[in-house]
């Protein structure tokens, strides 16, 4: 009897060696994945999902929902369904991100800003634009350089004519906060 005691007791000594490797192991793991994920890859991972809290520099904080994810600009949907193209640069802070991507396979779309930026340009959709300082701008973008775009500044409620365009302002994409097609 005293040698099944013994051999039970160096039994369970071993099973819980193994579990504490095994713990060891798998929260080593886990911070090793978690080393290598990107804010990108988080974004990627809330594409579709609930609502976050987002701080942007010269915005402030609103509550959004990402629709899409690029190397280096983020599109979310906030408020009433408006829609706005936000570089990763003006991000201040994300509340409610997961602690990884969840959605296995998912990748962020391989376009810059400069591109995202293009499709409104090539609308000629009216947009709103903040940049790093909370500067507001209304009008047209008429073209994106390589670093940076051309605001024709408009009345909202006027087209981009030459008789209603009130300056050309150049911002660096650097400088930009967010855009915001208008409605």
């Not at 609103?62 to 979310?76: M, P, Q, R």
């Not at 009216?126 to 300082?133: E, F, I, M, S």
Request: cysteine-free; aromatic content about 4%; hydrophobic content about 50%.
């Amino acid at each position: 009897m005293r040698w099944e005691w013994l051999f039970d007791d160096l039994e369970a000594q071993l099973a819980a060696e193994a579990a504490l490797e095994l713990d060891a192991e798998v929260a080593d793991r886990t911070r090793r994945e978690r080393a290598n994920l990107s804010l990108v890859d988080r974004l990627v991972g809330a594409r579709g999902g609930g609502s976050l809290q987002v701080r942007v520099a010269g915005v402030g904080v609103f509550s959004a929902a990402v629709i899409d994810v690029g190397a280096d600009w983020v599109l979310l949907s906030h408020g009433s369904g408006r829609e706005a193209i936000v570089p990763m640069a003006a991000l201040r802070s994300v509340t409610g991100l997961r602690g990884r991507a969840i959605l296995p396979g998912a990748v962020a779309r391989g376009f810059g800003l400069g591109l995202a930026l293009r499709v409104l340009s090539r609308d000629r959709a009216v947009v709103d634009l903040v940049d790093l300082d909370g500067q507001r701008m209304i009008g047209t973008i008429d073209a994106i350089g390589a670093d940076t775009l051309d605001l024709a500044e408009h009345a909202p409620d006027l087209p981009r004519r030459s008789e209603n365009v009130v300056a050309v302002r150049t911002v660096p994409l650097t400088a930009v906060a967010l855009v915001g097609r208008r409605v």
